[in-house]
């Protein structure tokens, strides 16, 4: 089950980034079960507004591979990454995405400002709703705490509202 292994890292990336004052995202970019690079969300830390998880975790691949072209390779992130990350996960290639918790209005696959999908390329395919959703079940119990910090991010919807939505594979609205 290497989909959970990955989204327990990204957990526990984002709850490093919550214990640093940050969002609680995290994101890994791999091949097969095989860590290539990761990042948390940094944007206070670095005072840079793109500094998201997923942007870390790509430019640290890059970094890693000497190269811009990620394609072959998977980013997984507990939270649905948004349009701007959307943007860069096309440019860099990426094969696959798969993400626990939908983003709401800030998706870049499912919000109305989800225009970015119609771009991308055909190679790359998000994980199914049920794989993502169940997986984000079974692994929210050891993180409850980054996952109540996510609904206090996400105000609007209650804890509540939030794991049924989960539960039954529904986007955040």
Known sequence: MPDEHLMMRCLDLAREAHSKGEAPVGSVIARGDRIIAEGRERTKELLDHSAHAELQAIQ?????????DLSGFAIYSNVEPCVLCVYVI????????????????VGGFTSQYAFAFGCLSSRLATSSRDRAGSAARRLREPHERVFEAICRMLSHISSHQLRSRIDEGKSIP
Request: with cysteine.
């Open 90 to 105: 096309r440019r860099a290639g990426l094969a696959r995405v798969v993400f626990g918790v939908s983003a709401g209005q």
């Open 60 to 68: 640290a691949a890059c970094r890693v591979l000497s190269t811009q």
